[in-house]
């Protein structure tokens, strides 16, 4: 990817919320400013730094991320990739540089299947926002599935919004479940961002995501996502602007890019768009200027469903989850993901007038190191793996790509195994050469093929597996 496009990633994972700054303002400073990073990212106090000195340590962070991900993605595979970025990071303190290097990072965990590790790695805190909506504990809202409600509200719109958190694919899964419950109501297009346009017609023939395919097709639930889609017969469309620069340039360009490759060829179109964070918002200031949803309003004449699923999740530390979070887990203890109606059916959104509806998801579990969301609310069955697949080679990465795709394939899981010494320096933490290690993949029932790949991008053991259904599951 570009190191222009990467800035502009980059720009946008840190504004989450819809409250902007003007554009001529850092948008770092802006989210300390708003409480939203976590502890020790907050922006250096008068007598530590300068505001201009901050300013140009982030700079000089993100062009050495820039440098050392380039450098990574030389490595020979994507496990020895992780592997360089992880150790850049262990081995730098510098407080910019981390704020920064975190986020980068945090993609190639989830790349790998490592959904805590990237919690942990990049994390945008959740406190209350003065245009917050009062808790919906506090009012006759009661809790319903998602699912259930969005596909309600759904009905007769003309295009539904998701957003998610790039580095949180827990945001994901929701939509790759309700996308065939949508194309039974009659949506005929999805949309994603960064899937990239030179590629498009390639997918769109292939059947399946590649990493050329776009920049966050190489993490498994997104390419989950798209394959999904075309599976069940949608049109995939690329739409993000890739050169179009940051602010009103790209929102504008996206939205125009919408219409035309949607509306204006097939003006009784429905379309479905996956998008980050507030490129969705309805209303309001983005990014200085207005949101890609805002434009695309005007552009198509049309009032799309906006679904907020980013703010209102759990975080690698609870000191940084949404107050109104907490409540309604404690309340509620739900196991799918929920939102709040009225008696009338009116859909509760933490930021009235920017969203349509808020959506809560479940507190993590944790089997072997792996979420259990990560099983699609059910449809994905565990698959245990060990250590023997990986040949006393650790770290091992072990990947399932379905039977009838090709080598290129996005995998349709993927998880790593480590052994570690916690006693040892950090250089040497990886046993190498003994132990035992395990952990699953989710899978949907079918025909896979299993590879165990060294840190050095080699196949250390294939395999071919058949996943049954599930009885217990009708």
């Not at 010494?421 to 290690?437: F, I, L």
């Amino acid at each position: 990817m570009p190191s222009t496009k990467m800035r502009l990633l980059l720009l946008c994972l840190l504004l989450a919320t819809p409250l902007m700054a003007p554009a001529q303002s850092d948008p770092i400073t802006e989210a300390g400013r708003r409480g939203l990073l976590r502890r020790g990212q907050e922006s250096p106090k008068e007598h530590e730094m300068t505001p201009a000195e901050w300013r140009r340590r982030q700079l000089a962070a993100a062009d050495k991320s820039e440098e050392i991900m380039r450098r990574a993605q030389k490595q020979p595979g994507l496990l020895a990739q992780y592997l360089t970025m992880q150790a850049e990071y262990d081995e730098n303190n510098e407080r910019a540089f981390r704020l920064i290097f975190g986020q980068y990072l945090s993609w190639f965990q989830t790349w790998i299947g490592d959904y805590p590790g990237a919690a942990r790695s990049f994390s945008i805190a959740q406190p209350v926002q003065p245009d917050d909506a009062p808790s919906p504990l506090t009012s006759a809202w009661h809790a319903r599935p998602a699912a259930d409600v969005i596909l309600e509200l759904a009905k007769g719109r003309k295009a539904v919004f998701f957003n998610e958190a790039h580095s949180a694919p827990l945001t994901r899964t929701l939509t790759v479940e309700l996308l065939a419950r949508l194309r039974a109501e009659g949506f005929t297009h999805f949309a994603a961002e960064t899937l990239y346009l030179k590629e498009a017609e390639a997918l769109r023939k292939r059947g399946y995501p590649t990493a050329k395919a776009g920049f966050y097709t190489e993490e498994p639930i997104y390419g989950e996502m798209v394959r999904a889609a075309q599976k069940l017969g949608y049109t995939v469309v690329a739409y993000d602007a890739e050169d179009a620069g940051v602010g009103d340039a790209r929102e504008r360009a996206g939205a125009q890019s919408l219409y035309d490759q949607v509306f204006r060829r097939d003006p009784n179109a429905r379309l479905v768009v996956n998008a980050g964070f507030g490129h969705i918002q309805k209303t309001g200031v983005y990014l200085g200027g207005s949101s890609m949803a805002k434009f695309f309003a005007k552009i198509a004449n049309t009032d799309p469903l906006c679904i907020e699923q980013t703010m209102l999740i759990e975080h690698a530390r609870s000191d940084q989850d949404h107050p109104w979070y907490t409540a309604a887990m404690q309340a509620a203890h739900p196991a799918q993901p929920f939102v709040y109606v009225d008696a009338g059916g009116k859909p509760w959104t933490l930021k009235p007038g920017l969203y349509d509806v808020s959506v809560f998801f479940p507190p993590a579990v944790e089997n072997d190191g792996r979420p259990t969301w990560v099983g699609l609310d059910g449809t994905r069955l565990p698959y245990p793996i060990s250590s023997d697949l990986c040949r006393n080679q650790f770290p091992c990465m072990i990947e399932a790509r379905y039977a009838g795709e090709g080598e290129d394939a996005i995998p349709a899981d993927r998880a790593v195994l480590n052994v570690i010494d916690p006693n040892a320096p950090m250089s040497q933490r990886v046993v190498a050469n003994h132990g035992s290690a395990q952990s699953r993949l989710y899978l949907y029932p079918g025909n896979y093929r299993l590879t165990a790949m060294d840190g050095r991008g080699r196949t250390v053991s294939a395999q071919s597996v058949t996943i049954a259904a599930n009885p217990a599951k009708p």
